[in-house]
């Protein structure tokens, strides 16, 4: 069964960058489209940025475009989501999902996700 382990979160202050990695075992992710989401304190789950199984095709929040940048190594069976420009409102539990094979289509977004990460910490302050 896929297990998602993301990494790379921490401290930051505004400005400044951060790499998430979201590293998959256990079944390969190559066939999947994988998500980023976050949760802000007292706030709801949201879709952050998507990539396609390919790697071709990627979309992004209006909060991220611009600043975010969603890529994968299928070959490392890992998606990364290098972050530039942090601000404080990007703080949050950041999530990655994989869409559940049983319903892959490898496209964004994922009909149904099937696997999520622990989640990993960002936060932004100076």
């Known amino acids: 069964q896929l297990q998602l382990v993301e990494s790379g979160g921490g401290l930051v202050q505004p400005g400044g960058s951060l790499r998430l990695s979201c590293a998959a075992s256990g079944d390969s992710l190559n066939l999947l489209a994988v998500s980023w989401f976050r949760q802000a304190p007292g706030k709801e789950r949201e879709g952050v940025s998507c990539?396609?199984?390919?790697?071709?095709?990627?979309n992004y929040a209006d909060s991220a475009k611009g600043r975010f940048t969603i890529s994968r190594d299928n070959a490392r069976n890992t998606v990364y989501l290098q972050m530039d420009s942090l601000q404080p409102e990007d703080t949050g539990i950041y999530y990655c999902g994989a869409e559940a094979p049983l319903f892959a289509l490898g496209r964004c977004p994922p009909r149904r996700f099937g696997s999520w990460g622990q989640g990993t910490q960002v936060t932004v302050s100076s």
């Open positions: 990539i396609s199984s390919s790697g071709r095709n990627t």
